[in-house]
């Protein structure tokens, strides 16, 4: 009975401790440029408010996935690797990890 105990107090503090970490921690390392914007340590969905196409620099450890609609939704129209650099004339979001 007793190593049960331990058991669950040690999956207790456990799972305590994963939901205590900040969100950052699961963002991507680097920043990303959009558009002349910069962002640090981005992550999630990213709208691109312009009519002139989206230009972006990645300078994080992810990669980041335009989108043809706003709040990235619809098809995924260009992948930019980390260390890349790209311009798509028609995206209208971006997704970072």
């Known amino acids: 009975m007793r190593r049960l105990t ?3 107090a040690a999956l207790s503090a456990a ?3 994963a939901i205590t970490l900040p969100g950052s921690a699961f963002a991507a390392d680097g ?5 002349g914007r910069r962002f640090i340590d ?3 969905c990213i ?3 312009s009519l002139d196409g989206v230009r972006i620099l990645n300078g994080t450890n992810e990669a980041a996935f335009v989108f043809e609609g706003i709040n990235c939704m619809g098809d995924v129209i260009a992948a930019v690797e980390q260390g890349d650099a790209a311009f798509v004339e028609a995206g209208a979001s971006v997704f970072i990890r």
Do not use: K, Q, Y
């Open 6 to 8: 331990m058991a669950l």
């Open 47 to 49: 709208n691109v408010p």
């Open 42 to 44: 981005p992550s999630g």
């Open 31 to 35: 920043v990303l440029f959009i558009n």
């Open 15 to 17: 799972g305590t401790l």
